[in-house]
């Protein structure tokens, strides 16, 4: 969309997206966290009626959630019209997009709790090339950030409906007699979402409100730039946390072994996210010039972003722990610490410096945030092997810099540092045998045995001792 609108467009649209996903986050109340918890359990111990009873909770949860921050939006109809420039059709998407949003995180963590994630890269691949077929076209007729925002909200509106008629499928009833109390569901899944909620909607404000603190202190033009890197962070951290995703409910249907088994998701997360941040630091430029020549001066806020990658991935992975453990309150602290002192910030630093203020105040809220998750970490025992942290992200970092300052083209200096990585990776025993196998037994058999054949015959060649 950057190549066919203008920075003024697309700081418009980011605006409005990053209210959508704070006002998103208000309407879940915490229940795709809350009730994955309970269904990871009630899945592997195959309690179909149990699982039916959660998702149906967890539906009518969701619900109440959306038609309340409706509500919200239409009393508070004036005030966003006048701050934010949005007129009926972009509020009317607006509320369009909470719904669906909403609905499709909540279907979509009742499949990651499942593990029967088979379709889910394939419905997101599908909902993925409609939003960007549809938004090029509405874009091409001059719709601007409205056709965006349409394009925009036919990804979870596609989604919902072809996760929902997968989760049809998986609590297809298979003759059992119901036995769990209505109020069960609601009570539990209620006060287990809500304690996830308030840390997760602090979580999202803290992430969020650097674009629209740009676009209200700088303008639509700086809030597109700044947008652009902070959805590549976004885009990185995404796809580098689908073990995080995916182990929560594995590690709440655990009774033995989750700190062990936690450590190994934490380091194979950071395996990918780490030569993948560490090469684009260094050919920030490169990529942001990919948008167009006016999205260049956001390279340093896209470095300063990146920089965040190595704490965000451990906090999240201990986070991902604690709350399996049904420690609530720790939880919250771990939000609270990140995201005060980047809310805080924002306000500080984005006036004075623009969107590298922005990526600045996000960068240390996550320091802080680190440091309280490793603090917590300690109390609970979770080991930190910090050798290996260390040798993750050095070896990255310095092929990253140097094929850099060779002059080698990001086009082949980038897969060279992922590559190069991870062959010191299974060269020095970064990663072991046993690191590989658990982290892949979460994921599905079709997807998983491929990757491990690979990695086996890869490693071997490498290193005899894998």
């Not at 920075?7 to 990053?18: D, F, K, Q, Y």
């Not at 090029?136 to 007729?141: D, F, Q």
């Not at 980047?342 to 680190?370: E, H, K, M, N, Q």
């Not at 892949?440 to 060649?461: F, G």
Request: hydrophobic share 50%.
């Amino acid at each position: 969309m950057s190549k066919l609108s203008t920075t003024e467009v697309i700081g418009t649209a980011s605006a409005l997206v990053s209210l959508v996903a704070i006002f998103s986050t208000v309407a879940t109340l915490g229940v795709p966290s809350g009730v994955q918890r309970f269904l990871g359990r009630s899945f592997s111990e195959q309690k179909i009626h149990e699982s039916n009873a959660l998702v149906r909770s967890s539906l009518v949860l969701v619900t109440i959630g959306i038609l309340g921050c409706i509500v919200a939006i239409i009393i508070a109809k004036d005030f966003f019209h006048n701050t934010f420039s949005i007129d009926d059709s972009l509020m009317l998407i607006a509320i369009a997009l909470i719904g669906s949003t909403s609905t499709y995180n909540l279907f979509r963590s009742i499949i990651i709790a499942s593990l029967k994630t088979k379709m889910l890269p394939i419905i997101t691949l599908m909902a993925t090339s409609a939003r960007i077929g549809v938004g090029i076209i509405l874009v091409l007729m001059g719709t601007g950030a409205l056709g965006i925002t349409i394009g925009f909200t036919l990804f979870p509106i596609l989604a919902s409906v072809l996760l929902f008629i997968t989760i049809i499928s998986i609590l297809r009833p298979r003759n059992y007699k119901p036995e769990a109390n209505p109020a069960y569901p609601f009570k539990d899944t209620l006060s287990s979402s809500l304690a996830n909620w308030i840390p997760a909607l602090i979580t999202t404000v803290g992430s969020q409100l650097g674009t629209i603190v740009v676009f209200g202190t700088k303008g639509a033009s700086h809030a597109g730039i700044y947008f652009i890197a902070f959805s590549i962070f976004t885009a990185i951290s995404a796809a580098t946390s689908v073990l995080l995703l995916v182990a929560y409910p594995a590690l709440s249907a655990m009774n033995d072994g989750r700190k062990r088994f936690t450590w190994r998701i934490i380091k194979m997360s950071l395996m990918v996210t780490i030569p993948i941040s560490s090469s684009i630091i260094f050919y920030s430029k490169d990529i942001m010039q990919l948008f167009g020549q006016a999205y260049v001066e956001g390279s340093f806020s896209l470095q300063l972003l990146l920089l965040s990658a190595l704490p965000t991935v451990i906090t999240s992975g201990v986070n991902s722990l604690i709350y399996s453990r049904g420690n609530y309150r720790q939880v919250l602290s771990i939000g609270l610490a990140s995201s005060i002192p980047r809310t805080l910030l924002y306000f500080v630093l984005v006036p004075l410096y623009g969107s590298s203020g922005a990526a600045i105040s996000y960068t240390l809220g996550s320091i802080v945030g680190f440091a309280a998750s490793i603090l917590l970490a300690r109390m609970i025992g979770l080991q930190i092997f910090w050798k290996d942290l260390l040798l993750i992200l050095i070896l990255p970092s310095g092929l990253g810099l140097g094929l850099s300052y060779v002059g080698i083209n990001y086009l082949a200096g980038i897969p060279i540092t992922f590559v190069a990585s991870y062959a010191l990776f299974l060269k020095m025993r970064i990663v072991t045998r046993n690191d590989v196998q658990e982290s892949m037994s979460i994921l599905p058999s079709k997807i998983a045995n491929p990757i491990l054949r690979i990695l086996n015959v890869v490693a071997k060649k490498l290193n005899k001792l894998y």
